[in-house]
Structure formats: C-alpha cells, structure tokens
C-alpha cells in the first residue's frame, strides 16, 4: 500500500506530462501539492520538515538557474558574435551528413563533457552547439538527452561511484562483510566500477545508432528508420570507439577517467575517420529546408542569425567550447583550482531546526565555468559590448522561463526523499516504493534492479543521488537472493544513469537552453523510447551476468 501510495506523484507527473501534454510548470506543481499532502497526512512528515525541504529545493533550484544562464550567455554570445556561422562551416568540411554530425557532437562531445563536469551539463553545451551548426531545437536536446546514458556512471571525474555509491553503502554491516572477506571497502567500490563499465559499454555500443535513428525518424522529410539505419557500420564504429576505451580505463584506471578520457579517444577517432569516408554513409542525409520544419521542431532561438564574419577562423570561433572544456577539467581534477573554487560556499544548515542542510558553490558550478569562457571570448572574437550585453540580457529574460517549472520540480523531489524524516516509522517514499517492488519480484529482482535505479534519477534528477539513496538497499536485495553485490549494485547505477534521460528538471534545464520551455511532455516520449532499449538490455545482461557468476558476493 506504502509503495503503491510513494508512486503517485510520479505517475501524476508522468500522465500529466505524457498522457494530457501538460508543461512541466504546471505537472511539477500538481506533483508538489501530492507529494506534500502524502508526507503528512500518510508518512507523518512535518510542516517544518516539508518547508525546510521545498528551502533546500530552491537552493538547488538556483544552482541549476546558474547553468542555464551561463549556457545560455554562452549560446547568446556566439550568435551575436557570428561565431555559429563558422562552426558550422567546419562541421561541414568534417562531414555533410547530419547523422555523422550528430554522433561528434551528441555522443563523443557531449560524452566528454559529461565526463568532466556531470550533473545535465552536456546539455548545455552540446544542444546549443548542434542549433548553433543547423540541428532543430528539438533534435538538439532530444540527441543529448539521449546520450546522458552510458557516459553518465563516470561523470563528473566518477561522481556518481566515488561519492554516489561510496556514500549509498557506506554502512557498518556492509565494512564488516568485506573486512570478513578480505576485502576493503575501496576496492570493492572500484569493483562496483568494472562491473558498471562492462554492462554500460555493451549497451552503450547502439546508443549511436538511436541517434541517427531519432533523427531521421522524427526530423526527416519522409520520416524514414531506414535511413538512420544506413548510417549503421559507422554508428556501431562511434559506439566501440568510445565503449573500449572506456571499459579498458575503468579496469586499469578506477573510475574517474572512463567517460573524460573514453570520450576524447573515441572523438578523435571518429572524427579522423569522418574526414577520410571511413564506414560513413555513402548518400548524405540533412534535414529539409528550414521553411518546412515542422512547427514543433523550432525553439524561441535562431542560431544563424549572425553572418560570418571576417577574421574569426576555426579556432577563434572554438575557443569558447575548448575553454570550457579546459576549466572543467581543471577545476575538477586539479586539487589547488578546485579548492580555490569551492573556498565561497553558501551554506544553510539544520534548516528551521530540522537538521535538512544544503549549500551552493557558485564558482565551482559550470555556470561560472560558461561566464568565464564568454569574458575570454568577448577579447578573443573582438565583441562589441554592445553585443555582449544584449547576449547577457536575452539569456537572463529566457533563464526565466524556466525558473517557474524548476521552482516546483526540484522542491518536489526534496519532500520526496526527505520524507523519511518523519514520526510514522516509515521509510522514506523512495525506499518503501523500491521494497514494494522487491517484495512483488523475489528472486526476479535482477531484472528490476536498473528500474529503480532510473527511477530514483527520473525523481531526483541525478545517479549520484539514485546511487545514495538505493545502493544499499540493492546491496540488501542481493544479498538475500543470493546474487554478487557488486553486480546488483552496479546494475543499480546503470540504471540511474539510464534514468538522466528524462529525469525532469534535466529535461526542463535542457528544454530552456534551446528555447522549448513548456515543451518537455514531447522531449520526454521521444527519449522513452532509448531509455526503454536500455532498461531492457540492463534486465537482459543482469541476468546472464549472475547466471555466470560475474561480479563480487560477499
């Protein structure tokens, strides 16, 4: 009953989004008055504990604001300085086909993106820089919504292993487990990364070929899957590049460098045989003339306005994109930089008494990464200021139209998981959901055990949080079914990662940054599709995987 009552907010947002084409703003909304009403009434949860919660989501809230604008300045700032005009001229000279170009961009850039920074911002990078060479908004963010699947366990240099999973199974049942073993608890975590690096790159090898799939499906003239299809030996080629790499990193490396470095190996590759017609399709594919879009494919902005101007070459016109990339990396991996950018924190503690705390990082978020590549370029692409300051004024005015869905979206998910702060007894509304579905399926769990693990990124947004929340309740499950830890708890995390795809307020962030604010219903059935592929392919090897023994039981 608990769990069938912890899952109404989510099918009220999942109806009210897919079902009746409702925005985000108003769906979100709807789920936060249930949420709040079910953790009162039903889990005992306080007034203070729910306002402390919707506190601690607003706090969030402008976190995720940040990204937007500085994506969005970012965006601005190459429109107005004419810089689109020659990115796209260089893609081009790669390669015509937008198939091609979408697996450069989508998959291995945004791949590497994730890798350095996490948490929704290949979102933000790459889906501008798609409009930016001529992709409709809706293709631009239903392709890097997709690919925030494989890359996503080892985003942010292995955030979602070493600090998701870490802090999920940090119990002291579970170090005495291993210390009986002779096990350590690092190593263990590390083994929880090989097993999540081999189910992501078997599944992750297709993920290229949605991509050319969903384009040609959804934003061809004729509508055609066999015309994605053709692009399939160099899709399946994008896939390896990237997934061997990435598998051979997290088995000798750990878990920090899969994604980051995977995606760089894999971009170089690709892009080298995209120059030389290496497997690429041999009639390109492009979308129709602009005049026949269809209405929905088009956002609020035109990223062509801007001529190209003379003077701004290949490289000046990329400075921006390799400037973040450069001061992601750094302020992630470089301890000094790092410390230097987290030293301002603003934080909230025992919020009205409740112990619910929160903080923000202003400097260390990739909004003040986007801002400070744009004040480079302003000098490097000689922008007038002019220019900069109506950039800056149109991604303010259309940061806003977002700021009413996350306002709802992200206090929402905090009740929801803070509900376990209450006087009933009950477990939070996510675990009691997630032992009403181990309670339903026995010894059936490895089928399920990536569900809930997209589930918890669908509600929170994040692997890192899915992982925190669920890692040890799998490890739990496994046990008792008998099944390796290790393997449960990793198909847990590809789950989560599975998850990003359309988890909401990713969705909201990334509709903003291409102009589709209230368009998120239609963003989110397109990325089921992939995301229903890889749940099913989880479930598949999941139980190939136990039935061979693979991974640590304790």
């Known amino acids: 009953m608990y769990a069938l009552l912890a899952v109404t907010p989510i099918v009220t947002v999942f109806v009210l989004l897919i079902n009746f084409h409702q925005p985000a703003k108003k769906a979100m909304a709807a789920a936060l008055v249930l949420t709040t009403v079910l953790s009162m009434t039903v889990w005992g949860v306080s007034g203070k504990v729910v306002a402390a919660s919707i506190i601690q989501g607003l706090v969030v809230t402008l976190s995720i604001l940040w990204i937007i604008f500085g994506a969005l300045l970012m965006l601005n700032a190459l429109i107005n300085s004419g810089a689109v005009s020659t990115i796209r001229r260089g893609f081009i000279d790669i390669s015509p086909d937008r198939r091609v ?77 291993l210390d009986n073993a002779g096990m350590s608890y690092m190593d263990f975590i590390r083994t929880v990364g090989w097993n999540v690096a081999v189910i992501h790159s078997i599944i992750g090898i297709l993920i290229p070929l949605f991509l050319s799939v969903t384009l040609t499906r959804f934003f061809g003239k004729d509508k055609s899957i066999s015309r994605g299809l053709e692009a399939a030996p160099f ?89 973040v990339g450069l001061f992601l990396v750094l302020s992630r991996t470089v301890p000094a930089i790092k410390g230097l950018l987290t030293a301002w924190t603003i934080q909230m503690t025992n919020i009205l008494g409740t112990g619910i705390n929160t903080d923000m990082q202003p400097l260390y978020l990739a909004g003040f990464i986007f801002v400070l590549a744009v004040c480079c370029m302003f000098f490097i692409q000689n922008m007038k200021v002019l220019e900069l300051f109506r950039a800056g004024s149109t991604a303010f005015t259309s940061m806003l139209g977002a700021a009413i869905a996350l306002s709802f979206a992200v206090p929402m998910v905090r009740v929801f998981i803070n509900s376990g702060i209450n006087s009933s007894g009950l477990e939070s509304m996510p675990m009691e959901l997630a032992a009403g579905v181990a309670s339903l399926t026995g010894h059936a769990w490895t089928g399920f055990a990536a569900v809930i693990g997209a589930l918890g990124a669908f509600i929170a947004g994040s692997n890192t949080v899915s992982n925190m929340m669920f890692s040890l309740f799998q490890y739990g499950v496994a046990t008792r079914i008998g099944v390796a830890q290790s393997l449960i708890v990793a198909l847990q995390t590809v789950g989560g990662a599975a998850g990003n795809m359309i988890a909401v307020h990713n969705v909201i962030a990334a509709a903003a940054v291409v102009g589709l604010v209230d368009r998120e219903g239609e963003i989110i059935r397109k990325t089921l599709i992939p995301l229903t592929y890889y749940l099913i392919m989880a479930a598949i090897l999941g139980f190939i995987l136990a039935g061979i023994g693979f991974g640590v039981r304790i």
């Open 101 to 177: 170009q979408a697996m450069i961009i989508a998959w291995m850039f945004g791949s590497f993106i994730e890798g350095a920074a996490g948490f929704g911002t290949p979102a933000a990078v790459a889906a501008p820089l798609l409009m930016a060479v001529g992709f409709p908004a809706m293709a631009a963010v239903t392709l890097t919504l997709i690919i925030q699947s494989t890359p996503v366990s080892f985003g942010g240099a292995g955030t979602p292993i070493l600090l998701g999973v870490h802090t999920g199974l940090d119990d002291p049942l579970v170090r005495q487990a």
């Open 235 to 323: 899709a399946i080629f994008a896939g390896l590049a990237f997934t061997v790499p990435y598998v051979l990193l997290a088995c000798f490396l750990g878990p920090e460098f899969p994604s980051l470095v995977g995606a760089l190996i894999g971009l170089a590759t690709i892009v080298l045989a995209a120059r030389h017609k290496f497997l690429t399709p041999k009639v390109p594919w492009d979308f129709p003339d602009r005049a026949e879009w269809e209405p929905e494919w088009s956002g609020t902005y035109n990223a062509e306005i801007s001529a190209e101007r003379p003077g701004m070459t290949i490289f000046k016109a990329w400075v921006p994109y390799v400037l």
